[in-house]
Structure formats: C-alpha cells, structure tokens
C-alpha cells in the first residue's frame, strides 16, 4: 500500500540545534530476512543506549557481584561500604541511569601482601558489570594515595620496576573486559605530597612528572594497545596544563584527559566549568568528567583545603539540601552535555551508604530511596536525551527516517527486532534487516 511521508521520528534534545553534535539523523531501511524492503508496514523505533559516557562507580556491588552475604568479606574499598539489604534495587537504580562503571584498582587494598593481588575478585565484578551492558574502567593504575606498605622496602629502580610489573599484570588480566583505564591519577601533586611517605611519591621526585606518566603509559600501552588511557587530575589549575603540554611534547599518547568535580565546597556553577572546559578542550582531546558530586546536605566550609582533612561525625543530607542538588546536578549535566569536548561524565557514589567522607552526595539515600537528584538526572538521560518507544510506518520503500541522541537503537515489527545505530551527528543511512519474517 501507499504510505504517505511522515516526519523523522525523533527525540526532544534531537530538534535543538544548539546540541547537534550530540545527535544526527539516520534514514533507516528495514528489511525481511530475505533482504526485501519492508514497505508500508507499521513499526517501533525505540532507543538502546547512548553513545555518551554515563558513568557511576559499582564499588558497592563487589560483594554481590561475588555472591558475598552480610557477615563475608565487605570488601570496603577505599572507604565504600558494601549494602547487602536492598542492594538488588540499587542494582536495578544503577542501570536504569548508568551504560558504563568504574571500579577500584587501589593498589594498597588490590595488593597489600606483595603477590597476592586480589584480582579474580574484581574480575568477577567487572564482568557481572559487562554482562549488563555496562562498560567498565579501571581507576586507577598510578596513584600515590592508597600504595601497598612494602614499596617502602624498595630502591626507586625496583619500585619502578614493580610498578610496571603491576601495570602489565592488570592491564593484560583485565583486557577485553576493563578497557579503560586511569593510567596516571593526581601527578601534578605527586612528586610534592607529604601526608605519608609511599613509593610512587619517592619514584616522581627521583623521575619526574613526566617520566613518570610516560612510564605508566608506555606499560599499559604496551599490554593493551586498543586501550583508552586517561590522565586525570583534581588540579585543574595552569600547572596541570603545563604537564598536559609537556606530557604531549614528551611523545605520551594520552587518548582521553580525566578532569575531577568534587563540589562539596557548593557547586561550581556554569561559568567556571565552561572556563575549565574551554582552558583543557584546546589540546583536542576528549575530556571526561571522572569524579563529579555535589551535596545534598550542609556544604564543607570553604576553608577546607584538602577535602580529606574535613572530618565530622555525622553529615546527613537534608530536605534543602535535595532539592538544591537536584537542581544544580541537572545544571552540571546540561553544561557538560552542551560542550562538544566532553565524552564521558562519572558520578562519584549512586548511594549516601559509605560515601567518600560520610558526605551525603549520593543520588540514592541511605536506606535505598531515591533522592530528587536521581529524578532530575533520570528526566535528562531516560527523559529529555532519550528517544521514547515510537510507532510509525515504513514507506513504499521500506525507510523511515529516525533523529535523536547518537547511540544504540532498535527497530521492530510483528514481534521480529533488528539493531541499527545513530553513530555520529548528522545525516547518515543504515539498513536494518528484522531477525524473523514478520
């Protein structure tokens, strides 16, 4: 039969122009299993997946992933408890909002006892990650914080040589499953940190900066040439900058730059994440937003230098406090969304339970109900940015056009479903072949 021309499926975000580089238009031909266009037929276009980085880390479901009941090891990586009750919900909230995870690679806790790291555990939890559709990074391989006691024991020759060894033992283990990785965490201070003395502080003092990420690059590059390495930083100051620039002359391939957002202080607002995102974009590499919060309780004074000095013993999120973070997280979003640099954001804890200094910056309340925050940041991801289930019909030849959000889509008539992908802004054609005659 004779079908008249329809507009685009498409979604809301799709018709704004201002955000066209998150979103393209693809004519899309659906055919039989035979390879016959399917015309004049009634179909669903539904969305999959974004192609966006959405990222929260599932440090909280290591024990589960494990099959550890209340009792067993918890397994409190860095300061994150491990939820028994409930946690098959926060399971279920974790993956209505979140494509990718990232999980602890802590040297110190992934390895206390030299030889014995505790990598079957967290390859378990990464592939109980992977076989939910999520994609998983490791955080992080070099870091001076949270380092094994016996490094100590070293000479600076051997713990160069120990920590290339651990990061071609990781990095080679978890290939295909953790291709992402924080290769370097926190260099510009590294070589100056004086809370504890550890071996990696000692190794960039001796080293440098520079030789010191290209080490750690170099290694993991070595053990997995397809994998995406990340330089990430909490000083966004000109100093890390200056490192990024010398790192690049050095010959470092950096695939992505890893920015930190820590906003327990009170949120930065968009005029200074804009400015970051401008100041770092110029080295036309990728920016991910790596450790993003913001508090739904009382802010930490401004005083406060070093987050981890701010020490109390309660923090409770507060009725205020929800509502100002929702409001300033579907702001952050939005303005991170709207930059054309940025590729990935990770938000730093889904639920209050154990947060990184008992800080209520969690989407999800202690006792596993959902807070304002994980609402307003639904309506962006399943909402706003999403292309809802749609109804429409094919023409004399079989198409039909579909705009919305790049990523993962599906196309399906009479109970038979093809897969089919918006890749990259603006107009592109695909066809979709049904996987059963309809």
């Not at 004049?40 to 990222?55: I, K, N, P, S």
């Not at 090891?73 to 009750?85: I, N, Q």
């Not at 992080?140 to 100590?152: C, E, F």
């Not at 973070?325 to 339970?353: I, K, M």
Request: hydrophobic share 40%; charged share 20%.
């Amino acid at each position: 039969m004779s079908v008249t021309h329809r507009e685009p499926v498409s979604s809301p975000a799709a018709r704004d122009g201002r955000l066209a580089h998150r979103s393209g238009e693809t004519v899309l031909t659906v055919r039989t299993p035979d390879g016959r266009p399917l015309a004049g037929a009634e179909v669903l276009v539904e969305q999959r997946r974004h192609a966006f980085t959405f990222g929260c880390i599932g440090f909280d479901f290591i024990p589960h992933a494990n099959g550890e009941g209340p009792g067993e090891r918890t397994g409190s990586f860095f300061g994150r408890a491990a939820p028994h009750e409930g946690v098959e919900q926060l399971a279920a909230d974790w993956f209505e909002l979140f494509n990718t995870t990232t999980l602890p690679f802590y040297w110190g806790e992934f390895e206390p006892v030299r030889g014995r790291p505790d990598t079957e555990r967290l390859l378990r939890t990464a592939r109980w990650f992977a076989e939910r559709g999520a994609a998983v990074k490791g955080h992080p391989l070099t870091w001076h914080t949270a380092t094994p006691g016996w490094l100590l024991e070293l000479t600076d020759e051997e713990v160069l040589a120990a920590l290339r060894a651990r990061i071609r033992r990781e990095v080679t283990a978890f290939a295909g499953v953790v291709d992402t990785w924080d290769a370097v965490n926190e260099a510009v201070i590294m070589p100056d940190y004086d809370k504890q003395d550890n071996g990696i502080t000692r190794l960039s003092r001796s080293l440098g900066r520079v030789a010191t990420v290209r080490a750690a690059f170099e290694e993991a590059r070595a053990a997995n040439p397809g994998a995406t390495l990340l330089l990430n930083d909490f000083n966004l100051s000109p100093d890390y900058e200056r490192l990024v620039q010398e790192c690049l002359e050095a010959g470092v391939r950096i695939d992505a730059l890893g920015l930190q957002s820590h906003m327990h202080k009170g949120y930065w607002g968009e005029e200074r994440t804009l400015e970051v995102l401008e100041r770092f974009a110029r080295f036309g590499l990728p920016l991910h937003l790596t450790e993003n919060t913001l508090v739904s309780g009382d802010l930490m004074p401004a005083s406060v230098g070093d987050l981890n000095d701010h020490q109390v013993p309660s923090w409770p999120s507060t009725p205020e406090g929800e509502q100002r973070q929702a409001d300033e997280l579907a702001r952050h979003y939005r303005t991170l969304w709207s930059h054309p640099a940025v590729q990935a954001v990770n938000y730093w804890g889904l639920s209050d339970a154990g947060a990184w200094l008992g800080a209520p910056v969690g989407l999800v309340r202690a006792d596993g109900t959902r807070k304002p925050s994980y609402e307003a940041l639904h309506g962006l991801v399943k909402g706003e940015w999403w292309l809802p289930p749609t109804t429409t019909a094919t023409d004399e030849q079989g198409r039909v056009a579909v705009r919305g959000s790049l990523g993962g889509y599906a196309v399906c008539a009479a109970g038979a479903t093809a897969a089919f992908a918006i890749p990259a802004p603006g107009a592109s054609t695909a066809d979709a072949t049904l996987t059963t005659a309809p």
